[in-house]
Nanobody, 124 residues
Framework: QVQLVESGGGLVQAGGSLRLSCAAS????????MGWFRQAPGKEREFVAA????????YHGDSVKGRFTISRDNAGKTVYLQMNSLKPEDTAVYHC?????????????????WGQGTQVTVSS
């Protein structure tokens, strides 16, 4: 069982930046395809970004392209989501997910492991 823990959320003004981190307790994430999803109240879970286990391929949702960047460290211990130019509509709980199926990384039901989420609130 892989337990994922997110950190880095908070309250920020529109136009600001945050960096989210995701780590697994006691083990490396180096062999897993990883993703970030978000869910706002009353809305479905939305794909934000994904990265393959090698780090060679990244994918970003249309609503965050050019503003958010997913990455992972060389040691394979942490996955990051750098969020720039934040907008009020980015307000949501952001979840880290691991073990996604390589060819369907935008779909949440292909991921085996999930973190509890971290709240991101963007004020106008």
């Amino acid at each position: 069982q892989v337990q994922l823990v997110e950190s880095g959320g908070g309250l920020v003004q529109a136009g600001g930046s945050l960096r989210l981190s995701c780590a697994a307790s006691g083990r490396s994430l180096s062999s897993y395809n990883m993703g970030w999803f978000r869910q706002a109240p009353g809305k479905e879970r939305e794909f934000v970004a994904a990265i393959t286990w090698t780090g060679d391929n990244t994918y970003h949702g249309d609503s965050v392209k050019g503003r958010f960047t997913i990455s992972r460290d060389n040691a394979g211990k942490t996955v990051y989501l750098q969020m720039n130019s934040l907008k009020p509509e980015d307000t949501a709980v952001y979840h880290c997910a691991g073990g996604g199926y390589r060819w369907r990384l935008t779909e949440p039901n292909t991921y085996a492991y999930w973190g509890q989420g971290t709240q991101v609130t963007v004020s106008s």
